[in-house]
């Protein structure tokens, strides 16, 4: 099914998107819509369907300290009155004192610390769609988070496909950012846990700073460790290698972005 398709209400999948927006609105008490905005692709589609809606909304994004840069370019440049939210403790502080490890694809700590914060008490818009995982497969258009049951999640392009958001994003001219153009499926975190294979591989070509910078905090990690149990690498080195490799870690879909899964 393509975007022009229509249901059997005579709608299209844009129009039924903006509808799902103007019926979950009143739910905000004239508040508005708390958007997450991620600057990827899905997050660029669902602040033009808020536009278009002419809904209440504000945008709010996470900046996590570990965002590829020209993600973060982009966005600042591309979508306007955005609200920054940053995390009372910066990931490399927190890798060093309470959590003292190397997040992985089944403890994302990290994700809890630096992105699913916010929107406490609001009804927010996300990106996420069926499509992404088998995880995402059973969210709904709207729900109850469960960390925080007071945050209410709507998911207006919940079953789109990948090319639907891509013919939208070419049909509206809408702006996306340009790691895109270069083979990257998933935009967020540099070193992220959920990437692996090719993508991790160009991730370690194409960001040799933060890369670097992951390498030195784990290299710091390691002596921290030591210094209060027993850990089986034999180096720093190791350890950092052996978290480059994903090994033992269970297998994904590599476009999947795991922000804001409840």
């Not at 927006?21 to 708390?34: D, I, W």
């Not at 007071?150 to 639907?164: A, L, Q, R, S």
């Not at 591989?201 to 209060?228: C, G, N, T």
């Not at 690498?233 to 999947?256: C, F, H, T, V």
Request: hydrophobic share 35%.
């Amino acid at each position: 099914m393509g975007l022009t398709q229509l249901n059997f209400a005579g709608l299209n999948k844009v129009e039924v998107a903006i509808a799902r927006l103007k019926e979950f609105e009143p739910l905000t008490k004239g508040e508005g819509f708390y958007f997450a905005d991620s600057y990827g692709k899905d997050s660029c589609v669902c602040l033009r369907l808020l536009e278009m809606s002419k809904v209440k909304f504000e945008i709010h994004h996470s900046h996590t300290g570990l965002d590829a840069p020209e993600l973060v370019k982009f966005g600042r440049k591309n979508h306007f009155g955005v609200i920054e939210e940053k995390p009372t403790i910066t990931f490399w502080k927190a890798l060093l004192s309470a959590h003292m490890r190397l997040p992985q694809r089944q403890q994302r700590w990290c994700c809890e610390l630096l992105k699913e914060g916010g929107g406490g008490g609001r009804y927010v818009v996300t990106g996420i769609r069926w499509e992404e995982s088998g995880r995402r497969a059973k969210r709904r258009i709207i729900e109850v988070c469960r960390r925080d049951k007071t945050k209410i999640f709507v998911n207006p392009i919940i079953d789109w496909t990948g090319k639907e958001v891509w013919e939208f994003i070419h049909s509206e001219n809408i702006p996306y950012c340009s790691l895109y153009n270069e083979g990257f499926k998933r935009l967020g975190c540099v070193l992220c846990p959920m990437v692996g294979g090719r993508e991790l591989r160009i991730q370690i070509e194409r960001f040799p700073k933060q890369v670097e910078a992951w390498h030195r905090a784990s290299l710091r990690l390691y002596d921290v460790m030591l210094s209060k149990h027993s850990v089986h690498w034999q180096s720093g080195e190791e350890m950092w290698q052996w978290w480059l490799s994903r090994k033992g870690e269970p297998k994904i879909n590599d476009a999947q972005c795991m922000m804001f899964d409840n």
